[in-house]
């Protein structure tokens, strides 16, 4: 996974008229796993074919416990009801949608159908912070995420600041070493409402660069292919 530089010619951070802090999800929500993913795994671990299984939690990926923290900084704070805005855009999950409609602060949520990508790299642009969300994967009650979300990439290169709400070690080194945001516990409802919070009051302080630093270059897929190329020429010339 890496960012492609080319997505980004030309685009540049908009200024936010109405004044609202964005807090921006794009992309594929998951509340539950299909059924056929499901029917999928049972007839694997029936037939002894799945030695080592996952236990995936799909709830992690859902915006239940993000709009629940929004609930209790709206609740404590109730005049950033007209500063916060909530954006998801993507594809939705029933449950999703009824997380959605439940939601009590609706004037601080807004919910786009799939985007264009170009149109949702611009969403991310304008953003004053990214959400991160991921399933939660362990084996024998440990973390294990098998991938980083490929997205990551492309909010690192907006230079926006990230909240990922999830489990995952290689997220969090990525993170550390790019600067690029904040991970908290998926299911940690303070963790995500201080997070947001936290944000919030010092947006304006340090205002990121859109251009992308040099810790960042190396995940452009041009230069991962060079890297890649790389070890290929080592490994032949051994």
Known sequence: NGYDEEEFRGLRRSSNGAGKFRVVDTGLLSTKQDSASAIRIRIKRAFG???????VGFDTRSPAYVLTAVESLLDARPELTSRLQLVFAGSFSDLDRQAFSEFRYPEALEILESVPSEAAQQLCMDADLLLLLQVDMRRDGQEECLCIPGKLYNYLRT???ILAALDSRDVAEVLRT????TVVGPRDVDAIRNAIETTMDRKGEREQSVEP???LLKYER?????E?????RAVRTE
């Not at 790019?178 to 945001?181: F, L, N, R, S």
């Not at 041009?222 to 060079?226: E, F, I, S």
């Not at 890649?228 to 290929?232: D, K, P």
């Open 49 to 55: 074919l799945d030695y080592e299984p996952l236990d």
């Open 159 to 161: 230079g926006r600041p």
């Open 178 to 181: 790019t600067g690029g945001g």
């Open 213 to 215: 630093s040099r810790e």
């Open 222 to 226: 041009r230069a991962l292919t060079r």
């Open 228 to 232: 890649l190329a790389s070890i290929v």
